[in-house]
């Protein structure tokens, strides 16, 4: 068995582009999909999709753990880059749907059978960038509480939120106070026993990111995530250490050795390991078995299409210190045209039935993809008050 050809398939939809990747074999029907969505830089990881095919067409697609060492290691530059990592991930996801396709067994069986019985999923609450309501954090508190009320009545049981702006290096204390308005709004709002998470996108300073947390702790929060750049493990390691709620990052760690360096200091309690970005279930699943021996665990960052969904979820089954998904239901209304899933979604407390269908228990439809040709992402340009650069 060879594979014969990889395929682009970019989908836009609304926010981000979809990469879909599939590899063709040279056995009649039988076939991957895997996904590299990477905001910014679709046409990147399409050339670099195109650049690991010279790679590996003609190759076994049974020897998964072989081929992913080739497009790794192979042609001088290591894979960690982002743009390549999210290749390698995206032909290693469709690898490994064929695996389970040729075993006629969904990928969790592959790899020891289902841990659970269900996996959790939590919303992000969207609704914008909170600097655009900063001079009025009142108002804005109260369309956060708004919004998560709206995502618990959807059934969740847990979300996500951007409760804290952006910020300089140092600011004085009216973005804490704004941020720990909102957050105290959506408590009010849905009671104790509802898990709230508070992302702040790795844009505060380590100083800031400790504030924000200590200013958040006392509503109890699921996790916080971001509190600072992830390139600043002790910064991360210090909020962690000073603050109750854990502390949350990874997606966009791509490399096993900084994964490594985030556990070992510490610098997180909840490792959110993309499984498009960080080389896939061959990489992923070591990440996995590092943040076992830290007992950290596992939130995977999600908020792509509908293959890097399926992967989270076929992942989320076969790994025991998974604790939630984080899932787009939203996003565009003719996803379910483009997509059949092998999974089931329950809407009250919107738990996920694993898939019992072969491989990632998905088919795309190609028709329909084509319906939704590229778009470039809208730019995004970030500054703060004074001119100067500040984080997306
Ligand atoms: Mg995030």
Redesign the pocket.
Same mark, same amino acid.
């Given at each position: 068995m060879k594979i014969t050809a990889i395929q682009v398939h970019v989908c836009h939809a609304r926010m981000r582009n979809w990469v879909f990747v599939k590899v063709l074999t040279s056995e009649p029907g039988l076939w991957g999909w895997g996904e590299g969505t990477l905001e910014w830089h679709t046409r990147g990881v399409v050339g670099s999709v195109e650049d690991l095919a010279d790679l590996i067409v003609g190759e076994d697609p049974r020897r998964i753990e072989h081929l992913w060492q080739m497009m790794h290691r192979q042609h001088f530059w290591h894979g960690h880059g982002v743009v390549r990592a999210t290749a390698i991930s995206a032909i290693d996801i469709a690898l490994w749907d064929i695996a389970g396709k040729i075993a006629n067994q969904p990928c969790h069986q592959l790899w020891g059978g289902a841990v659970r019985d269900y996996v959790r999923t939590y919303c992000h609450l969207g609704g914008g960038r909170m600097e655009d309501f900063y001079e009025t954090p009142v108002d804005n508190a109260k369309r956060f509480g708004d919004l998560a009320l709206a995502a618990v009545a959807d059934g969740f049981t847990a979300f996500k939120s951007m409760a804290v702006p952006s910020t300089m290096p140092l600011e004085g204390q009216q973005p804490i106070r704004a941020a720990e308005a909102c957050v105290r709004a959506m408590r009010e709002a849905v009671g104790p026993d509802i898990d709230i998470m508070v992302?702040c $996108?790795a844009r505060p300073s380590p100083a800031m990111g400790l504030q924000f947390g200590k200013a958040l702790d006392p509503y109890g929060l699921y996790f916080f995530?971001?509190p600072c750049w992830p390139e600043s493990v002790e910064g991360l390691a210090m909020i962690n250490a000073a603050i109750t709620t854990p502390v949350a990052t990874g997606?966009r760690v791509t490399r096993l050795s900084d994964f490594r360096d985030l556990f070992a200091r510490r610098a997180c309690d909840v490792c959110?390991l993309d499984l498009t970005h960080c080389g896939g279930f061959t990489e992923g699943r070591r990440v996995a078995a590092l943040a076992e021996a830290y007992r950290i665990a596992l939130a995977p $960052?999600n908020p792509q299409g509908p293959v890097s969904t399926a992967a989270s979820l076929e992942f989320g089954f076969s790994q025991p210190s998974y604790i939630i998904c984080e899932t787009v239901h939203a996003d565009v209304p003719w996803r379910s045209d483009v997509v059949t899933e092998g999974f089931t979604v329950e809407r009250k407390g919107r738990i996920v039935r694993a898939n019992t269908k072969p491989g990632l228990g998905i088919e795309l439809n190609e028709a329909e993809i084509k319906k939704h040709p590229f778009q470039p992402e809208t730019v995004q340009r970030v500054f703060h008050r004074d001119g100067s650069v500040g984080d997306w």
């Open positions: 992302d $996108h995530e971001e997606e959110q $960052h």
